[in-house]
Protein backbone atom coordinates (compact mmCIF):
# COMPACT_ATOMS: atom_id res chain seq x y z
CA UNK A 1 0.00 0.00 0.00
CA UNK A 2 1.17 3.32 -0.86
CA UNK A 3 1.15 6.06 1.75
CA UNK A 4 2.69 8.81 -0.66
CA UNK A 5 0.51 12.25 -0.15
CA UNK A 6 0.32 15.51 -2.25
CA UNK A 7 2.73 18.39 -0.58
CA UNK A 8 -0.73 20.24 0.06
CA UNK A 9 -2.63 17.41 2.13
CA UNK A 10 0.88 17.17 4.12
CA UNK A 11 0.76 21.03 5.07
CA UNK A 12 -2.84 20.52 6.16
CA UNK A 13 -1.57 17.55 8.47
CA UNK A 14 1.02 20.04 9.72
CA UNK A 15 -1.28 22.42 10.39
CA UNK A 16 -4.34 20.34 12.04
CA UNK A 17 -1.52 18.95 14.62
CA UNK A 18 -1.83 15.24 13.00
CA UNK A 19 1.44 15.15 11.40
CA UNK A 20 2.98 14.74 14.75
CA UNK A 21 2.42 11.37 14.71
CA UNK A 22 4.61 11.22 12.29
CA UNK A 23 7.63 11.04 14.86
CA UNK A 24 6.79 7.84 15.81
CA UNK A 25 8.48 8.05 19.17
CA UNK A 26 5.33 7.69 21.50
CA UNK A 27 3.58 4.50 21.01
CA UNK A 28 6.02 2.41 22.61
CA UNK A 29 6.76 4.13 25.55
CA UNK A 30 5.28 3.62 29.07
CA UNK A 31 5.41 5.25 32.67
CA UNK A 32 8.54 4.20 34.46
CA UNK A 33 6.66 5.01 37.54
CA UNK A 34 10.12 4.16 39.61
CA UNK A 35 12.15 6.54 41.78
CA UNK A 36 11.25 9.94 40.59
CA UNK A 37 13.65 11.18 38.72
CA UNK A 38 14.43 14.98 38.03
CA UNK A 39 15.05 16.88 34.45
CA UNK A 40 15.92 20.25 34.18
CA UNK A 41 15.02 22.16 31.00
CA UNK A 42 16.58 25.81 30.38
CA UNK A 43 15.17 27.49 28.30
CA UNK A 44 10.76 27.98 27.37
CA UNK A 45 10.52 28.11 23.66
CA UNK A 46 9.44 26.01 21.08
CA UNK A 47 12.25 23.33 21.77
CA UNK A 48 11.97 24.13 26.01
CA UNK A 49 8.40 23.80 26.36
CA UNK A 50 7.68 21.09 23.97
CA UNK A 51 10.02 19.10 25.93
CA UNK A 52 8.58 20.38 29.52
CA UNK A 53 5.11 19.48 28.05
CA UNK A 54 5.70 16.06 26.72
CA UNK A 55 8.44 14.63 29.49
CA UNK A 56 5.22 15.20 31.78
CA UNK A 57 2.73 13.68 29.72
CA UNK A 58 4.72 10.56 28.50
CA UNK A 59 5.94 9.75 32.00
CA UNK A 60 4.50 11.80 35.11
CA UNK A 61 6.49 10.68 37.39
CA UNK A 62 9.42 12.45 36.11
CA UNK A 63 9.68 15.94 38.08
CA UNK A 64 10.59 18.46 35.45
CA UNK A 65 11.76 21.99 36.27
CA UNK A 66 11.88 24.49 33.15
CA UNK A 67 13.83 27.83 33.56
CA UNK A 68 13.10 30.35 31.58
CA UNK A 69 13.76 33.92 32.65
CA UNK A 70 10.68 35.74 30.92
CA UNK A 71 7.76 35.38 32.38
CA UNK A 72 5.72 36.10 28.55
CA UNK A 73 7.68 34.44 25.85
CA UNK A 74 7.59 36.39 22.77
CA UNK A 75 7.49 33.95 19.73
CA UNK A 76 9.55 34.79 16.82
CA UNK A 77 7.78 33.29 14.43
CA UNK A 78 4.64 36.05 13.71
CA UNK A 79 6.90 39.08 14.87
CA UNK A 80 7.07 39.86 11.13
CA UNK A 81 3.22 40.21 11.01
CA UNK A 82 3.49 42.82 14.27
CA UNK A 83 5.84 45.03 12.07
CA UNK A 84 3.63 44.87 8.97
CA UNK A 85 0.69 45.85 11.36
CA UNK A 86 -1.05 42.85 10.92
CA UNK A 87 -0.80 41.48 15.19
CA UNK A 88 0.19 43.16 18.09
CA UNK A 89 2.73 42.14 20.72
CA UNK A 90 -0.15 40.27 22.79
CA UNK A 91 -0.87 38.39 19.50
CA UNK A 92 2.44 36.40 20.01
CA UNK A 93 3.09 36.62 24.07
CA UNK A 94 3.00 33.19 24.95
CA UNK A 95 3.01 32.06 29.01
CA UNK A 96 3.82 28.68 31.17
CA UNK A 97 0.23 29.16 32.82
CA UNK A 98 -1.26 25.72 31.45
CA UNK A 99 2.41 24.18 31.96
CA UNK A 100 1.89 24.87 35.12
CA UNK A 101 -1.50 23.99 36.18
CA UNK A 102 -2.51 21.16 33.52
CA UNK A 103 0.77 19.65 33.13
CA UNK A 104 2.67 20.02 36.18
CA UNK A 105 5.89 21.71 35.31
CA UNK A 106 7.77 23.61 37.95
CA UNK A 107 8.32 26.92 36.11
CA UNK A 108 11.14 29.29 37.42
CA UNK A 109 11.37 32.89 36.04
CA UNK A 110 14.84 32.70 36.60
CA UNK A 111 18.45 32.41 34.36
CA UNK A 112 20.74 29.76 33.92
CA UNK A 113 24.58 31.17 35.23
CA UNK A 114 26.12 28.26 35.23
CA UNK A 115 25.98 24.24 34.33
CA UNK A 116 28.18 21.81 36.39
CA UNK A 117 28.42 18.79 34.01
CA UNK A 118 30.55 16.48 36.40
CA UNK A 119 28.25 17.65 39.64
CA UNK A 120 24.89 17.20 37.47
CA UNK A 121 24.03 20.52 38.25
CA UNK A 122 22.27 24.31 37.45
CA UNK A 123 23.06 27.52 39.02
CA UNK A 124 20.55 30.48 38.75
CA UNK A 125 20.97 34.14 38.60
CA UNK A 126 18.85 34.31 41.98
CA UNK A 127 21.54 31.98 43.73
CA UNK A 128 19.47 28.80 43.91
CA UNK A 129 21.13 25.38 42.58
CA UNK A 130 19.17 22.70 40.76
CA UNK A 131 20.05 19.12 40.52
CA UNK A 132 19.24 17.04 37.66
CA UNK A 133 19.48 13.48 36.41
CA UNK A 134 18.97 14.72 32.78
CA UNK A 135 19.14 18.21 31.49
CA UNK A 136 17.98 19.93 28.67
CA UNK A 137 19.42 23.11 26.75
CA UNK A 138 17.60 25.30 24.96
CA UNK A 139 18.83 28.31 24.73
CA UNK A 140 18.46 29.64 21.33
CA UNK A 141 20.79 31.78 20.11
CA UNK A 142 23.31 34.48 20.78
CA UNK A 143 24.63 37.41 18.70
CA UNK A 144 28.08 37.60 16.69
CA UNK A 145 28.76 41.17 17.89
CA UNK A 146 31.87 42.25 16.57
CA UNK A 147 31.22 40.31 13.49
CA UNK A 148 30.39 43.97 11.56
CA UNK A 149 32.32 46.79 12.49
CA UNK A 150 30.31 49.51 14.46
CA UNK A 151 28.00 47.49 15.18
CA UNK A 152 27.13 46.36 19.37
CA UNK A 153 24.52 45.01 21.27
CA UNK A 154 24.13 48.81 22.53
CA UNK A 155 23.29 50.11 19.43
CA UNK A 156 20.63 47.17 18.75
CA UNK A 157 18.92 48.29 21.49
CA UNK A 158 18.67 52.15 20.00
CA UNK A 159 19.35 53.07 17.24
CA UNK A 160 19.70 49.30 14.36
CA UNK A 161 17.67 47.19 15.74
CA UNK A 162 18.08 43.42 15.03
CA UNK A 163 14.22 42.56 15.93
CA UNK A 164 15.80 39.16 16.11
CA UNK A 165 14.76 37.99 19.54
CA UNK A 166 10.99 38.89 20.04
CA UNK A 167 9.83 41.48 22.49
CA UNK A 168 11.33 44.98 23.08
CA UNK A 169 13.34 45.01 19.57
CA UNK A 170 9.70 44.28 18.01
CA UNK A 171 8.43 46.95 19.60
CA UNK A 172 11.25 49.54 18.76
CA UNK A 173 11.42 48.67 15.09
CA UNK A 174 8.01 49.01 14.71
CA UNK A 175 8.23 52.35 16.46
CA UNK A 176 10.58 53.45 13.82
CA UNK A 177 8.85 52.22 11.08
CA UNK A 178 5.60 54.52 12.21
CA UNK A 179 7.62 57.56 12.25
CA UNK A 180 9.84 57.13 9.16
CA UNK A 181 8.68 59.43 6.75
CA UNK A 182 6.79 58.97 3.71
CA UNK A 183 9.54 58.05 0.84
CA UNK A 184 12.34 56.84 3.70
CA UNK A 185 14.60 54.03 3.23
CA UNK A 186 14.57 50.68 5.01
CA UNK A 187 17.34 48.72 4.82
CA UNK A 188 17.39 45.03 5.71
CA UNK A 189 21.19 43.04 6.70
CA UNK A 190 20.48 39.60 6.83
CA UNK A 191 23.63 37.45 7.87
CA UNK A 192 25.12 34.48 6.43
CA UNK A 193 24.15 30.59 6.90
CA UNK A 194 23.54 29.08 9.54
CA UNK A 195 20.83 31.38 11.22
CA UNK A 196 17.87 31.55 13.13
CA UNK A 197 14.67 31.16 10.18
CA UNK A 198 16.34 31.09 7.14
CA UNK A 199 13.31 33.06 5.78
CA UNK A 200 12.51 35.35 8.11
CA UNK A 201 14.36 38.15 7.24
CA UNK A 202 12.72 38.11 3.60
CA UNK A 203 8.70 37.67 5.01
CA UNK A 204 10.18 40.99 7.47
CA UNK A 205 11.10 42.81 4.41
CA UNK A 206 7.54 41.51 2.63
CA UNK A 207 5.36 42.70 5.93
CA UNK A 208 7.47 45.96 5.59
CA UNK A 209 6.71 46.66 2.28
CA UNK A 210 2.60 45.39 3.27
CA UNK A 211 2.63 48.41 5.58
CA UNK A 212 4.90 50.95 3.49
CA UNK A 213 2.16 50.28 0.52
CA UNK A 214 -0.95 50.84 2.28
CA UNK A 215 0.68 53.89 4.62
CA UNK A 216 4.10 55.55 2.89
CA UNK A 217 3.96 54.18 -0.24
CA UNK A 218 6.94 56.14 -2.04
CA UNK A 219 9.33 54.40 0.14
CA UNK A 220 11.53 51.74 -0.62
CA UNK A 221 13.08 48.89 0.84
CA UNK A 222 16.72 47.62 0.10
CA UNK A 223 18.03 44.18 1.52
CA UNK A 224 21.75 43.85 1.79
CA UNK A 225 22.38 40.18 2.27
CA UNK A 226 25.75 38.32 2.91
CA UNK A 227 24.67 35.10 0.60
CA UNK A 228 24.39 34.49 -2.85
CA UNK A 229 21.24 33.21 -2.23
CA UNK A 230 17.81 32.99 0.26
CA UNK A 231 15.40 30.32 1.27
CA UNK A 232 12.28 30.11 -0.71
CA UNK A 233 14.15 32.90 -3.21
CA UNK A 234 11.89 32.32 -6.41
CA UNK A 235 8.98 32.43 -4.32
CA UNK A 236 9.71 35.27 -2.39
CA UNK A 237 10.64 37.47 -5.50
CA UNK A 238 7.79 36.66 -7.88
CA UNK A 239 5.51 37.56 -4.44
CA UNK A 240 7.20 41.13 -4.75
CA UNK A 241 6.82 41.82 -8.13
CA UNK A 242 3.79 40.73 -7.88
CA UNK A 243 2.49 42.77 -4.67
CA UNK A 244 4.99 45.44 -3.80
CA UNK A 245 6.59 46.31 -7.79
CA UNK A 246 9.79 48.21 -7.81
CA UNK A 247 9.38 48.73 -3.87
CA UNK A 248 11.82 45.79 -2.79
CA UNK A 249 15.75 45.53 -4.19
CA UNK A 250 18.04 42.59 -2.98
CA UNK A 251 21.38 42.22 -3.18
CA UNK A 252 23.24 39.43 -3.03
CA UNK A 253 26.63 39.31 -0.99
CA UNK A 254 29.46 39.33 -4.52
CA UNK A 255 26.98 42.26 -5.56
CA UNK A 256 27.30 44.68 -3.01
CA UNK A 257 25.05 42.62 -0.25
CA UNK A 258 27.99 41.85 2.49
CA UNK A 259 27.65 45.02 4.95
CA UNK A 260 31.38 45.28 6.73
CA UNK A 261 30.55 48.17 8.52
CA UNK A 262 27.32 50.83 10.13
CA UNK A 263 27.82 54.06 11.39
CA UNK A 264 25.48 55.00 13.82
CA UNK A 265 25.64 58.59 13.14
CA UNK A 266 25.27 58.90 9.74
CA UNK A 267 22.18 56.01 9.79
CA UNK A 268 25.09 54.11 7.15
CA UNK A 269 26.14 51.12 6.25
CA UNK A 270 29.18 49.92 4.59
CA UNK A 271 29.80 47.07 2.02
CA UNK A 272 32.74 46.95 -0.21
CA UNK A 273 30.67 48.55 -3.21
CA UNK A 274 30.07 51.79 -0.95
CA UNK A 275 28.23 53.40 1.68
CA UNK A 276 24.30 52.91 1.68
CA UNK A 277 21.90 55.57 3.77
CA UNK A 278 18.35 54.34 5.36
CA UNK A 279 15.72 56.22 7.91
CA UNK A 280 15.61 52.71 9.27
CA UNK A 281 18.21 49.89 9.40
CA UNK A 282 17.41 46.34 10.59
CA UNK A 283 21.01 44.93 10.81
CA UNK A 284 20.65 41.01 11.52
CA UNK A 285 24.31 39.62 12.97
CA UNK A 286 25.41 36.44 12.25
CA UNK A 287 24.76 34.12 15.19
CA UNK A 288 25.55 31.16 17.31
CA UNK A 289 24.42 29.24 20.28
CA UNK A 290 22.99 30.77 23.40
CA UNK A 291 25.66 32.16 26.07
CA UNK A 292 24.66 29.58 28.67
CA UNK A 293 25.86 26.85 25.88
CA UNK A 294 29.22 28.58 25.67
CA UNK A 295 29.39 28.83 28.84
CA UNK A 296 28.69 25.07 29.64
CA UNK A 297 31.64 23.61 27.38
CA UNK A 298 28.65 22.67 24.97
CA UNK A 299 29.80 24.22 21.49
CA UNK A 300 32.55 23.30 18.95
CA UNK A 301 34.49 25.60 16.53
CA UNK A 302 31.48 26.59 15.09
CA UNK A 303 29.84 27.91 17.69
CA UNK A 304 27.17 25.59 17.57
CA UNK A 305 26.72 22.56 19.71
CA UNK A 306 27.34 18.87 18.62
CA UNK A 307 24.44 16.70 19.23
CA UNK A 308 23.70 12.58 18.99
CA UNK A 309 21.08 13.15 16.30
CA UNK A 310 18.98 9.98 17.39
CA UNK A 311 18.44 11.46 21.35
CA UNK A 312 19.85 15.29 20.93
CA UNK A 313 22.44 14.25 23.89
CA UNK A 314 25.63 16.40 23.57
CA UNK A 315 28.31 14.91 22.64
CA UNK A 316 30.76 16.80 24.79
CA UNK A 317 28.81 16.21 27.63
CA UNK A 318 27.03 13.11 28.59
CA UNK A 319 23.58 13.64 30.41
CA UNK A 320 22.88 16.92 28.33
CA UNK A 321 20.72 17.29 25.72
CA UNK A 322 20.65 20.56 23.00
CA UNK A 323 17.95 20.97 20.88
CA UNK A 324 16.70 24.26 18.93
CA UNK A 325 18.70 26.64 17.44
CA UNK A 326 21.55 25.91 19.40
CA UNK A 327 22.27 22.37 18.48
CA UNK A 328 24.12 20.99 15.26
CA UNK A 329 20.91 19.06 13.24
CA UNK A 330 22.16 18.18 10.25
CA UNK A 331 19.92 18.82 7.38
CA UNK A 332 17.12 20.52 9.97
CA UNK A 333 16.48 24.12 9.48
CA UNK A 334 16.88 26.25 13.00
CA UNK A 335 13.45 26.94 13.10
CA UNK A 336 10.55 26.70 16.02
CA UNK A 337 8.98 23.92 14.22
CA UNK A 338 11.80 21.79 14.32
CA UNK A 339 13.08 22.96 17.57
CA UNK A 340 9.20 21.87 18.88
CA UNK A 341 10.22 18.40 17.10
CA UNK A 342 13.52 17.97 18.56
CA UNK A 343 12.19 18.53 22.17
CA UNK A 344 9.58 15.90 21.85
CA UNK A 345 12.41 13.02 20.47
CA UNK A 346 14.66 14.78 23.57
CA UNK A 347 11.77 14.03 25.78
CA UNK A 348 10.80 10.81 24.79
CA UNK A 349 14.61 9.56 24.41
CA UNK A 350 15.20 10.77 28.16
CA UNK A 351 12.20 8.52 28.82
CA UNK A 352 13.29 5.56 27.59
CA UNK A 353 17.02 6.17 29.07
CA UNK A 354 15.66 6.21 32.55
CA UNK A 355 14.07 3.15 32.15
CA UNK A 356 17.12 1.13 30.83
CA UNK A 357 16.07 1.03 26.78
CA UNK A 358 17.71 2.49 23.29
CA UNK A 359 16.01 5.24 22.53
CA UNK A 360 13.77 4.54 19.34
CA UNK A 361 15.06 6.38 15.78
CA UNK A 362 13.28 9.23 15.33
CA UNK A 363 11.82 11.04 12.22
CA UNK A 364 11.22 14.64 12.33
CA UNK A 365 9.37 17.01 11.02
CA UNK A 366 9.46 21.06 9.99
CA UNK A 367 7.59 23.62 7.90
CA UNK A 368 8.07 27.10 7.91
CA UNK A 369 5.57 29.42 6.21
CA UNK A 370 5.83 32.78 5.17
CA UNK A 371 3.37 35.58 4.58
CA UNK A 372 4.21 38.26 1.40
CA UNK A 373 0.88 39.28 1.70
CA UNK A 374 -3.22 39.24 3.59
CA UNK A 375 -3.73 36.59 0.80
CA UNK A 376 -0.05 35.39 -0.05
CA UNK A 377 1.59 32.48 1.58
CA UNK A 378 4.37 30.36 0.72
CA UNK A 379 5.91 27.41 2.49
CA UNK A 380 8.25 24.91 2.54
CA UNK A 381 8.13 21.45 4.42
CA UNK A 382 10.28 18.30 5.08
CA UNK A 383 10.51 15.15 7.02
CA UNK A 384 13.68 13.82 8.35
CA UNK A 385 15.22 11.43 9.28
CA UNK A 386 18.79 9.21 10.92
CA UNK A 387 21.38 8.24 8.68
CA UNK A 388 24.81 7.59 9.02
CA UNK A 389 25.84 10.84 8.11
CA UNK A 390 23.48 12.29 10.56
CA UNK A 391 19.87 13.88 10.22
CA UNK A 392 19.03 14.12 6.63
CA UNK A 393 15.73 15.10 4.42
CA UNK A 394 14.14 12.31 3.32
CA UNK A 395 14.08 12.50 -0.88
CA UNK A 396 10.75 13.53 -2.14
CA UNK A 397 9.13 14.74 1.05
CA UNK A 398 7.66 18.18 1.62
CA UNK A 399 9.25 20.60 -0.56
CA UNK A 400 8.15 24.22 -1.81
CA UNK A 401 4.93 25.79 -2.77
CA UNK A 402 4.83 25.56 -6.53
CA UNK A 403 5.91 28.52 -8.71
CA UNK A 404 3.20 28.38 -10.73
CA UNK A 405 0.64 28.40 -7.96
CA UNK A 406 -2.67 29.83 -8.43
CA UNK A 407 -4.14 32.97 -6.51
CA UNK A 408 -6.63 30.43 -4.62
CA UNK A 409 -3.54 28.10 -3.38
CA UNK A 410 -1.69 31.30 -2.33
CA UNK A 411 -4.89 32.53 -0.30
CA UNK A 412 -4.90 28.68 1.06
CA UNK A 413 -1.41 28.95 2.17
CA UNK A 414 -1.74 32.00 4.03
CA UNK A 415 -4.57 30.74 5.72
CA UNK A 416 -2.64 27.90 6.87
CA UNK A 417 0.27 29.83 8.07
CA UNK A 418 -2.59 31.11 10.82
CA UNK A 419 -3.13 27.55 11.65
CA UNK A 420 0.16 26.46 12.31
CA UNK A 421 0.70 29.16 14.52
CA UNK A 422 -2.23 29.16 16.48
CA UNK A 423 -2.22 25.12 16.61
CA UNK A 424 1.67 25.00 17.29
CA UNK A 425 1.43 27.57 20.11
CA UNK A 426 -1.50 25.33 21.84
CA UNK A 427 0.54 22.19 21.37
CA UNK A 428 3.61 24.03 23.23
CA UNK A 429 2.11 26.22 25.84
CA UNK A 430 -1.33 25.05 26.24
Known amino acids: MSHKISRRDFNKLLVTGVAGSALGIFGTIKPAFAAQKR ?19 LDPSIAVTLVEPKATFYTCPFSNWVL ?23 V ?7 IDAAKATVTLKSGKVLHYDRLIVSPGIDFKWSAIEGYSEALSRTKMPHAYEAGSQTILLHKQLLAMKNGGRVIICPPGNPFRCPPGPYERASLIAHYLKAKKPKSKILILDAKEKFSKQGLFKKGWDTLYPGMIEWRSGPTGGKVTKVDAASMSVTTDFGVEKGDVINVIPPQQAGKIAFKAGLTDASGW ?10 TIHPGIHVIGDACIAGAMPKSGFAASSQGKVAAASII ?7 PAPPSLVNTCYSLIGTDYGISVAGVYSLSPAGIIEVPGSGGLTPMDADADHLREEAMFAEGWYRNIAQDIWG
Not at 46 to 55: E, Q, R, T, V
Not at 84 to 106: E, F, P, W
Not at 352 to 358: A, D, M
Open 39 to 57: VVIIGGGFGGASAAKYLRK
Open 84 to 106: GGLRTMADIGQTYTALKSRHGVN
Open 108 to 114: LVDSATG
Open 305 to 314: CPVNPSTFES
Open 352 to 358: RLFQGKE
